[in-house]
């Protein structure tokens, strides 16, 4: 079965550093999203991409937090410097279309900022 | 605004009894509903989904969810727990035209052996 690729599964850094988490969705997929989830909470939308183009990223702390997908297959999210509240797990996930359509998830990126 | 409520934060059931979790979403004459499990540590599954038709809907793992207009609820069920199930469970809703997708906070269920 097809699978939402994302690296690292786990970072620890310190505050001020800079971060970056990949992701690979499944084949074919057009749209991409990055969710931000901190424990207890539910999934937040941080940024969709449709192809390379963003479509939404009205959540994402542009400030600190960036994101791309040059080719509109893989993707990275960026974050610099990092801050003590980015401590989250960050959500890869991918579908066919926008909209109502299934999400396949990766198996997310830990990060922990001392 | 559009919301998704699941109204019980942790659930604890015994191993073979049965469960219903509560979803109840705000707006939306025909929306998108969805059930997503959550192991500690890992992604979210899908379980199951409502798009239309048969309001009954089945999924993957023993689970079953029911659309409910009237109620605009969405409540997921299994008639008999197993250990393996114990995880966080989120419902999320799509009301269409391309809006995104809203996630409730998720209901934690342990189930004692």
């Known amino acids: 079965e097809a699978e939402v690729a994302q690296s690292p599964r786990y970072k620890i850094t310190e505050k001020s550093q800079a971060v970056a988490f990949w992701c690979d969705p499944i084949?074919?997929?057009?749209?991409l999203y990055w969710y931000r989830q901190i424990l207890g909470q539910g999934p937040e939308l941080l940024v969709q991409?449709?192809?390379?183009?963003?479509v939404d990223d009205s959540q994402l702390p542009k400030d600190r937090f960036s994101a791309e997908r040059l080719k509109g297959v893989d993707s990275t999210l960026k974050i610099q410097p990092a801050e003590l509240g980015d401590s989250a797990m960050y959500l890869c996930?991918?579908?066919w279309g926008s909209g109502a359509n299934v999400l396949t998830f990766g198996a997310g990126s830990r990060l922990t900022v001392l | 605004a559009q919301s998704v409520t699941q109204p019980d934060i942790h659930i604890t059931v015994s191993e073979g009894a049965s469960l219903e979790l509560r979803c109840n979403y705000s707006y939306g004459a025909t929306p998108y509903l969805f059930w997503y499990v959550q192991s500690p540590g890992q992604g979210l599954q899908l379980l199951l989904k409502y798009f239309s038709g048969d309001t009954l809907v089945q999924g993957i793992k023993g689970f079953e969810a029911e659309f409910k207009r009237s109620q605009s609820s969405f409540n997921l069920r299994k008639p008999s727990v197993h250990w393996s199930d114990a995880a966080e469970y989120f419902c999320a809703y799509n009301a269409g035209n391309n809006r995104k997708l809203i996630w409730g906070l998720g209901t934690s269920l342990a189930v004692n052996p």
């Open positions: 084949s074919g997929h057009a749209t």
């Open positions: 996930a991918s579908s």
């Open positions: 991409f449709q192809d390379e183009s963003v």
